[in-house]
């Protein structure tokens, strides 16, 4: 009997003993408290009591990184939210070399990214987002590197301005919106001075052009019939009258 026993007690500590390592997972091995090895994805078995396996997720995670208060170089604060993605690359370094990565990757990130924004100016920081969340990805990475742990992304999410930097910036856009359309206004009207000289120089190599022209300028108009509309022909445009007279008088005869 006391052989019946002892198999099933051997069953028993082999079941408990059984862990099943998911394909995205590694298996940190302790005995008695020391490092042993780490496991690879599938079914393993470790010494009940004596070992103790810890899961690590070796997927990319994902931490949202809270709005901060950062204060800019040239004196602006702003509040600054962003996202950190990392993954864990050694398992064993991240167990054992720090008590709890997300939680240090979370507080080293948003110590760096004080940092980064309290060296740029807001223009800087405005548009040249990207870079500055290199330069956040690449502080960060450098320190977490020997946790076993690789920073793969940092992206800057929302830049909150004061409310009177806002009302600056919206006044300052307006106003480079008008001088472009100052400036484009301005460029047409040269353009179109230009044609108009082409125009004449052709019209004036025509005998009458400039008063035929003008002639039917007038009778496009369309003014009010109770009012009177006066036109002062210049000399010119009479001389040019005269022109066309005699030269149809030339025809007819």
Do not use: C, H
């Amino acid at each position: 009997m006391w052989y019946l026993g002892l198999l099933i007690f051997i069953i028993f500590v082999f079941l408990i003993g059984l862990r099943i390592i998911n394909q995205y997972e590694r298996g940190v091995v302790l005995r008695l408290g020391r490092y042993l090895d780490t496991r690879e994805p599938g079914l393993r078995w470790i010494i009940p009591v004596i070992d103790r396996m810890i899961k690590v997720d070796m997927r990319i995670t994902t931490i949202d990184v809270p709005r901060q208060e950062a204060i800019t170089k040239d004196n602006v604060p702003v509040g600054v939210n962003a996202v950190l993605y990392f993954k864990v690359e050694r398992a064993e370094d991240a167990v054992l070399k720090v008590e709890n990565y997300s939680y240090a990757v979370s507080q080293y990130s948003l110590a760096a990214l004080r940092d980064i924004i309290g060296g740029v100016e807001l223009d800087i920081l405005l548009t040249e987002r990207e870079r500055i969340a290199s330069e956040i990805k690449k502080v960060v990475d450098t320190e977490t590197t020997p946790w076993g742990i690789d920073v793969t992304a940092i992206k800057i999410q929302d830049i909150e301005l004061p409310a009177a930097m806002k009302r600056a910036m919206a006044a300052q856009a307006e106003t480079e919106r008008e001088k472009r359309a100052i400036i484009i206004k301005a460029e047409g009207e040269v353009k179109a001075a230009e044609n108009l000289q082409k125009a004449a120089e052709i019209l004036g190599t025509i005998p009458g052009g400039l008063s035929l022209r003008t002639l039917e300028t007038i009778d496009k108009l369309q003014p009010d019939p109770s009012k009177t509309v006066i036109f002062a022909l210049p000399v010119e445009i009479l001389e040019g009258l005269k022109s066309l007279s005699a030269a149809r008088k030339k025809v007819e005869k």
